[in-house]
């Protein structure tokens, strides 16, 4: 092996380390787990030889050095997403340069393609959201009217939270929006039906619920990372407040103005 492979120049350390510090970040803003994200720089930097490296990641941001303050690096990452595709085009790539069967610069075009995977079309997201909201309201004991009733919902909602993402509306705000309005369309869909709401309710609210944040989190606590971990139930915590206030308020004034609790 060619010594300057083993021994890089400050220039290509830096292109290096602006490699892998784009790789963190798009792994970290798609979904990934803090400790895996630590992970795959660290693989990547010892396969590229980049020596004396050391990584701190955050749920909002990654912090590395390359053993001097010239090679060094802190990134903020405030915009997270889950896009499950680009993390497992990027985690491939890694388990690739790891093997040796990858250039910088093929790299580095892989990692371009990576971030530039697109998010399900608009109708495929609608279709999901339908799906998806009865098929959850049949496992929580529903009738196939009340699926069809969370289905309406889905659909709506999904199609609500894709304009909401368009208009860049803040996450709190969609979700409590969200959650009023799967409550909301449920109870008259439900009433439409002439069935109970409740299971409607339940799973059409399924789609809005904080699994990945509530599941990384735990990751992140097994893991000892308590930091991240704390942030991410945060995280969680507040969406299940967001969803809760949303489906109270539209149940506490159709009782105001019914006078009848919906079931």
């Known amino acids: 092996m060619d010594s300057r492979e083993l021994y890089p120049s400050d220039e ?3 292109r290096i380390m602006d490699f892998i510090m784009a790789a963190g970040e798009t792994l970290l803003e798609n979904g990934a787990e803090v400790f895996r994200v630590e992970q795959t720089m660290e693989i990547m930097a010892r396969s590229f030889h980049l020596r004396e490296f050391h990584v701190y990641v955050l749920t909002n941001g990654i912090f590395a050095s390359a053993g001097t303050a010239e090679i060094a690096e802190v ?3 405030p915009v997270r997403t889950t896009h499950l595709g680009r993390v497992a085009a990027v985690n491939a790539l890694s388990r690739e340069i790891a093997a040796g069967g990858v250039t ?3 790299a580095e075009h892989r990692l371009a393609e990576a971030r530039r995977i697109p998010f399900p079309k608009g109708k495929t997201q609608l279709l999901a959201g339908m799906s998806g909201t009865a098929c959850f309201a049949l496992i929580f004991g529903g009738t196939i009217r009340s699926a069809l ?3 309406a919902a889905g659909l709506i909602v999904s199609g609500y939270l894709l304009l909401c993402e368009n208009r860049r509306l803040s ?3 969609r979700k409590v929006s969200a959650a009023a309005l799967i409550t909301l369309v449920c109870i008259l869909g439900c009433h439409l039906l002439d069935t109970e709401a409740s299971h409607a309710i339940i799973g059409a609210l399924m789609i809005l619920t904080p699994g990945i944040a509530f599941t990384m989190g735990i990751r992140d606590f097994v893991q000892g990372d308590y930091l991240s971990g704390t942030i991410r139930m945060i995280d969680a915590l507040l969406i299940a407040a967001s969803i809760a206030i949303g489906t109270g308020f539209v149940l506490s004034l159709i009782s105001l ?3 009848v609790t919906v079931v």
């Open 12 to 14: 290509q350390r830096r």
């Open 75 to 77: 990134r903020n990452v």
């Open 104 to 106: 910088l610069d093929e």
């Open 149 to 151: 009733a969370a289905a």
């Open 171 to 173: 996450n709190g705000f």
């Open 257 to 259: 103005l019914t006078g």
